[in-house]
Structure formats: structure tokens, C-alpha cells
């Protein structure tokens, strides 16, 4: 399975799913440590890939939604964003919201 | 020009500006490139009734070059008018690489 179907049954198999540098555990990267501390605050379990694994992902993830940088976030199969775009949503209460509404 | 400057140039061409600030802040970062983290804050009312994601992807669309060659962290804090000023006209400072 090429790298961009791998991706595709990742996002639509998961929730939610972060691409990530590094692990929530242990971030590599200070806008993928923040993206994923906002996701644990959420409250919900969530799925995450760490892109300084999988070369193959790190190269075409950009390509899959058309989006240049890490970390990114889908919720139901669908882009939510990077880092400021989470952070911003997650501040005004809509990420949780945007969670519960696809777990619950 | 420096890339600060290119980006500054290329989004004031294109945007009705109530405000912009391009930041270097590659200094935080490791390496030996000086221009590669950059945070925007561009406030502008063309962003109301335009999504995040679409903000940023327009944003994205228009640093494509920058972003192909050398800049591998672009912090994009986009807000209308009104929405700057309700955040008392400041963003969160950026993150450190690793933590």
C-alpha cells in the first residue's frame, strides 16, 4: 500500500489522529508537544503517528491535505489544522466540543 | 532580499492590512539556517466569514516558494479586526523545538 492510501485508512480508521513529531509522551517538537497536550486535555483517547518514524509518511503527508507543516490534526477524516488553529479552538472550548461530538 | 522581507512584501500586496508583524524566530531553533521559523500575525477583515483552515491555506498558497525552500516552521496567527481585539491584540509566544 502506497504511503497516501496508508494515510487515508489512518484519518478515516481514527477519530481522531495527530501527525506528529515525536510522541504525546515525548514530543520532539515544541508545536507538536502543545498540539497534543491540547488533545489530552480534552479528554478523550486519541490516535497519534509519529512522523520521525515513517519516512514514508513524513514525505507525503504534506501532499494528503494539502498542508505544509507538522503537527497536524484530523478529527472524523477531516483536517482541523496545525498547531495554531488547534491551540486557537481548543482555547475557545470548540476543540473538546468538536471531539465529543464524533466520540460520543 | 531576506526572507523576512519577501514575506512581508508578498502578504501586504495581497492583503488590506489593519496589521502585520513577520518574526524571525529562528534563533529559538537549532541549526545553522537563519531563516527558517517564522511567526505571522496578520489581521485583516478580508478573514471574516473565512474558516481557520481556509485562512491558512491561503496564507500557505501564498508563501508556497518560502515554504518549498527553506522555511519549515510558519506560526500563522490570522485574525479580523474584531477578533484581534478581543485577544487584547497579542498572541502566545512560540515554542521552543524540543519542548
Request: aromatic share 8%; hydrophobic share 35%; with cysteine.
Amino acid at each position: 500500500m502506497d504511503a497516501l492510501e496508508r494515510i487515508k485508512e489512518q484519518v478515516e480508521n481514527n477519530k481522531i489522529i495527530i501527525y506528529m513529531k515525536g510522541t504525546p509522551q515525548m514530543p520532539q517538537c515544541g508545536f507538536s508537544s502543545r498540539t497534543s497536550e491540547a488533545l489530552k486535555q480534552c479528554g478523550f483517547e486519541f490516535a497519534y503517528v509519529n512522523v520521525l518514524m515513517d519516512p514514508e509518511i513524513f514525505q507525503n503527508l504534506p501532499k494528503f491535505a494539502d498542508w505544509p507543516t507538522f503537527p497536524q490534526v484530523y478529527i472524523d477524516g477531516e483536517l482541523v489544522g496545525g498547531c495554531d488553529i488547534t491551540i486557537e479552538l481548543h482555547e475557545k472550548g470548540e476543540l473538546k466540543k468538536m471531539i465529543e461530538a464524533v466520540t460520543t | 532580499m531576506s526572507v523576512e522581507k519577501k514575506i512581508k512584501h508578498t502578504l501586504s500586496d495581497n492583503f488590506e492590512l489593519s496589521h502585520l508583524e513577520v518574526i524571525n524566530e529562528s534563533h529559538m531553533h537549532s541549526g545553522p539556517n537563519t531563516e527558517t521559523h517564522f511567526k505571522v500575525i496578520l489581521v485583516s477583515e478580508q478573514f471574516e466569514d473565512v474558516k481557520l483552515v481556509q485562512r491558512h491555506r491561503k496564507i500557505n498558497k501564498l508563501l508556497k516558494y518560502e515554504l518549498d525552500n527553506g522555511v519549515h516552521a510558519l506560526s500563522l496567527h490570522l485574525f479580523t479586526k474584531s477578533e484581534w481585539d478581543t485577544k487584547g491584540q497579542s498572541v502566545k509566544d512560540s515554542p521552543l523545538c524540543a519542548k
